[in-house]
């Protein structure tokens, strides 16, 4: 019986396939990635990491989610953010990446961006301010403003979080919470503050894979492969512009 291998990868196929898709220096993006997805990475999810730094060097930023919200919170039971102790449960790549010193993380209290590069306080400070996670003011849509990507490692459009941007752009009625939450948020210097937000909506189920076939037939989505793991890179404005205008159309878009 013939068993599948296990692809080795290092350093450098990884900011070959990147280079593929076509980043460049300077270039700013937000990854959602797998690491296990890939194969063997030589070095764990520090090389990844290493590896899109490369790739948009000194000049570039590079951002991860990094959430924490739940299905429970909400008015009864609000969500308490410490930007310095609480854990992400988006993979081993966004963990690994808010070990490092020079990471700094937004301080919303379900939907935290990390950042690395010289963007990263433009496209942070002040998302717990944000009255909804991913709107207008979010790093998600600021980023998009100043021509950034969405960068899918190994993972499919589930976890692409700027949808959420897209639908709370077009107001669809399922995406948020009734009642605003008194979030606890504890910033980096252990100070406790208190926002009056509104959280998302876990209710609805989604399907986001739908709209993987359409970016690519509109030319709005490159693809290529590293290891087992295939690579999604999307212009953020241009796949926000297309997908918001769907969604006015056909608010339900996006449902099961």
């Not at 590079?62 to 609000?78: I, R």
């Not at 909804?132 to 979080?161: H, K």
């Not at 986001?208 to 953020?236: K, P």
Request: hydrophobic share 35%; net charge negative.
């Amino acid at each position: 019986m013939r068993t599948s291998q296990i692809p080795s990868v290092a350093k450098t196929d990884i900011a070959l396939g990147l280079r593929q898709l076509g980043l460049n220096e300077g270039d700013g993006l937000l990854v959602h990635s797998s690491l296990s997805s890939l194969g063997y990475v030589h070095g764990g999810a520090d090389t990844v990491i290493d590896a899109l730094l490369e790739v948009v060097g000194k000049t570039g930023t590079v951002l991860v989610p990094t959430l924490t919200g739940t299905e429970h919170d909400g008015p009864e039971q609000p969500p308490i953010f410490d930007v310095r102790h609480s854990p992400c449960w988006t993979g081993r790549i966004p963990s690994t990446f808010l070990q490092r010193q020079e990471a700094r993380r937004s301080l919303h209290p379900t939907h935290s961006i990390a950042g690395i590069g010289p963007m990263t306080a433009a496209l942070t400070e002040g998302h717990e301010d944000c009255i909804t996670p991913c709107g207008p003011d979010s790093p998600y849509y600021r980023l998009a403003e100043l021509g950034g990507y969405v960068l899918l490692i190994g993972i499919g459009q589930d976890s692409n979080t700027t949808v959420h941007t897209c639908e709370e752009l077009a107001e669809v009625p399922y995406h948020l919470q009734s009642q605003p939450t008194d979030a606890v948020v504890i910033d980096y210097e252990g100070r406790r503050h208190i926002r009056r937000l509104t959280l998302h909506d876990w209710g609805t189920p989604r399907q986001f894979v739908r709209i993987d076939d359409e970016l690519l037939r509109r030319g709005l989505m490159r693809v290529a492969r590293v290891g087992n793991a295939n690579l999604r890179l999307i212009r953020s404005m241009v796949m926000i512009e297309w997908l918001v205008g769907v969604l006015r159309e056909e608010p339900r878009y996006l449902c099961k």
